[in-house]
């Protein structure tokens, strides 16, 4: 090897010494597992596979009886790995002292909550981030949320759920990036570096978990907990890229599901688990059970008692179990009968040992635990500033006919209607286990910022008083008292704003429904308002894309608001009055009705996919094949106008695409420029079309930009029905556009 100059002898000199020094760390840790592995008791590994859930006020004296003295017992022997649902300097502290002081070995305890989208400060829910395609701000919130969580204490987030679906009714939708391969997996890549940062050993972050492994997102019938049963192509084109990116991207835990997949429940699916994650893809974290989820194959049908069950788990490669008692009941039996290897018990130990050592708990066990950092932390105003910038981000304006937005400082008579409006605690959504009660900025609150002449009528009361994580909602159907005092209001004001959606606890775990319009009373409302008034801005508020035919069809501007967090007042303030020009597009595609789904842009065509002039082509007889609103759709106040598509095919096999896009309009604007291809000919079907490259580029009035793409065979390949990657030859087509519904389109011929 020669250098052609000092600069380049040092660069090299530079790179060696720290693939010398990482080596070393690495080969040091390794060393330092195998010395600690080798000290354990078998109950003292199997403990480090098991999980509990927060049992006590750890502040009080220590339980005397029942199931909470066996959990206090069980650290104090060293047979607890990790603790969840812990939160709280002082109590993360005198747990983990608890551990590391009195159990043998002292191995510290890791401490897992689900820090979803922000932890007191929270940002918009998944989903709607994705709506950003803003893979810089996605990071940035995930390290917000990192930041916080690990100032009380937290050191594990069971986040991102990388899960693609394709269902609405599957109430966690809120929960993923939408039904897009692609998109998911740069959103996957985006969050896990988020929450785990440049340096795990730092304070200040924590340990990621890509989840549910795998197809979760498939359940039947959108119905949260049931059966997947999907095709192999769909599971390895489809549902494993986003896994695989995340554990690219050093993902240091990944979580199974509750689901059976293809007839077997995935927590003890060795195939996933082993062949897939840990062989092929060379994964070195740890995988831990959903909840309970190694006891659930007893109702399965596939275990016979929970000691079956733990047997299932271990060997097919669950190496932690969550609040299933299983492994800490049965595995030390299970291992002395010869039923599971004592070989893969140490495989899970390690792996978790790994994980904690990388988090620097073993060099300090209580570097999660300065209240000082707690009490600066919490509701920080950068940390504000942040989400709101995420929530502004996160808005995608749907329709916008007689330029009803922005509306005008000046404007005179707004009347702002819509229960939701006035919500200081629903705009948090599902997942805000450690936010506080009613800190959400409401609408009302955010629009009286900038008017003076906003006035306010809820109509009927539409969600009961006493929503929360683990009822139902209840949802009222009858009661139009206020209705008539809103109509009123509609019909002596200028513009209406309307705010109108679901409930925060309408969506996200186990919040499936079969009806996706507006719950109760609030189409009967919209319906009354609009009868008096015409000039409507329907602000969305929900968790999964809704069904609104009726609202399209009537209303002539529509925001998708979503549920946006604690700053969603002020976010949504800034786009209705144009302090802020919304650039979100669609990660989910808007049904027209419930009837249509599963749909999603990226479907297969049918051997009759055109219209014939009689009844026999694939299409319904009561409803069009078209979406509502198509993936990737989004408006803002500008207009974009796309030209010069080029294509050109180069010498190394890749393609380079280049078009231009103007903002034709008379303001700055974001636009989010979307190339999709399509392989007109493979060895298996292909979709009729398929995400593999976006920009997101802001153009100011009246100039033009010219953006490039680069399709390597990483794009251009798909995995066949051997399960093989490839590439193959033939004729490919292109659309380069501000949706997956139009564009400039071109193709080219790869050979």
């Known amino acids: 090897m020669t250098f052609k100059n000092p600069f380049q002898l040092g660069c090299f000199i530079s790179f060696m010494f720290l693939n010398t020094m990482l080596m070393a760390q690495t080969t040091d840790t390794n060393t330092k597992i195998e010395d600690l592995l080798a000290q354990m008791t078998l109950e003292e590994k199997v403990g480090q596979m098991n999980q509990y859930n927060g049992f006590w006020d750890v502040t009080g004296p220590a339980p005397e ?4 003295a066996i959990k206090y017992e069980h650290l104090k022997k060293g047979w607890v790995g990790s603790m969840l649902n812990v939160t709280g300097t002082e109590e993360v502290r005198k747990l983990q002292k608890l551990v590391v002081e009195e159990s043998r070995l002292g191995i510290p305890l890791i401490f897992g909550y689900d820090v979803i ?3 007191k400060t929270l940002a918009p829910i998944p989903l709607a981030e994705s709506a950003s395609w803003d893979l810089e701000a996605i990071e940035e919130s995930a390290r917000v949320a990192a930041v916080e969580a690990s100032a009380v204490g937290l050191n594990w987030t069971f986040a991102p759920m990388v899960d693609i679906s394709r269902d609405p009714r599957w109430g966690r939708v809120m929960e993923g990036a939408g039904e897009d391969t692609y998109l998911g997996m740069q959103i996957a890549k985006a969050r896990v570096n988020g929450f785990q940062g440049k340096d795990l050993s730092q304070p200040n972050t924590i340990a990621a978990c890509a989840k549910h492994f795998a197809a979760y997102g498939f359940a039947e019938a959108g119905k949260e907990y049931n059966t997947t049963d999907i095709g192999t192509s769909t599971l390895y084109n489809t549902v494993l890229p986003p896994f695989k990116a995340a554990v690219d991207a050093g993902v240091k835990t990944v979580m ?8 077997v429940p995935v927590t003890g699916d060795a195939h996933l688990q082993r062949d897939i994650l840990k062989g092929k893809w060379g994964f070195e974290g740890f995988v831990i059970s959903d909840w309970a989820s190694i006891s659930e194959m007893v109702p399965h049908g596939i275990a016979n008692d929970l000691k079956h069950s733990a047997e299932l788990g271990a060997k097919a490669g669950s190496d932690m179990d969550m ?11 299970l291992v002395k009968e010869g039923k599971v290897p004592e070989a893969l018990v140490d495989d899970a130990v390690r792996r978790i040992l790994k994980v904690k050592f990388e988090l620097g708990l073993f060099d300090d066990p209580y570097r999660y635990c300065d209240a000082k950092q707690e009490e600066a932390l919490l509701y920080h105003e950068d940390h504000k500033a942040s989400v709101q910038n995420m929530a502004l981000k996160s808005m995608v304006l749907l329709k916008n006919e007689n330029t009803l937005l922005p509306l005008a400082k000046d404007q005179t008579k707004i009347a702002v209607i819509g229960e939701l409006a006035a919500e200081k605690n629903s705009p948090l959504g599902s997942w805000r286990l450690g936010s506080d009660d009613g800190t959400a900025v409401s609408v009302l609150e955010g629009l009286k910022q900038f008017s003076d ?12 008083e006493n929503a929360n994580f683990l009822n139902e909602v209840v949802v009222n159907t009858e009661d139009t008292s206020g209705m008539d005092e809103a109509v009123a209001l509609a019909k002596n004001s200028e513009v209406v704003v309307m705010v109108l959606g679901e409930h925060g606890f309408q969506s996200g775990e186990a919040r499936s429904r079969t009806e996706l319009g507006l719950p109760g009373l609030q189409l009967d409302l919209l319906k009354a308002v609009q009868a008096v008034n015409p000039n409507i801005v329907l602000v969305l508020m929900n968790g999964r894309p809704l069904t609104i035919t009726w609202e399209a069809e009537h209303i002539p501007t529509i925001l998708e608001a979503w549920q946006l967090g604690t700053e969603s007042g002020n976010a949504i303030a800034k786009v209705l009055f144009g302090a802020y020009n919304p650039s979100g ?3 989910m595609t808007f049904p027209r009705s419930v009837g249509q789904i599963p749909i999603y842009y990226n479907h297969f065509n049918t051997g009759r996919p055109n219209p014939e002039p009689n009844v026999f082509w ?18 803002s106040y500008t207009n974009f106008a796309y030209e010069d598509l080029k294509i050109n095919v180069r010498d190394d096999g890749t393609v380079k695409v280049n078009a231009k896009v103007t903002n034709t309009g008379d303001v700055f604007g974001e ?6 291809i399509q392989d007109k000919k493979a060895s298996i079907a292909r979709p009729v079309q398929e995400l593999k490259g976006f920009q997101k580029v802001g153009i100011p009035a009246g100039e033009t930009k010219t953006l490039t793409f680069i399709l390597t065979d990483k794009e251009l390949g798909f995995f066949n029905h051997k399960h093989e990657f490839v590439v193959e030859p033939g004729k490919f087509g292109i659309m380069v556009g501000g949706s997956s519904a139009d564009g400039l389109k071109g193709g080219f011929t790869k050979k």
């Open 65 to 68: 009886g029942g199931n909470a």
């Open 117 to 119: 989208h922000g932890y």
């Open 256 to 263: 199974n599901g509750f689901n059976l997949l293809n007839g």
């Open 323 to 333: 609040e299933s008692y299983a492994y800490v009941r049965h595995l030390a039996d």
């Open 453 to 464: 002449n906003v006035t306010y009528a809820s109509g009927p009361k539409v969600f009961g």
């Open 585 to 587: 597009k669609l990660p």
């Open 618 to 635: 694939s299409h319904y007889s009561d409803e069009e094949n078209t979406p509502l609103y198509p993936f990737g759709h989004g408006l």
């Open 671 to 676: 636009e989010v420029v979307q190339l999709y």
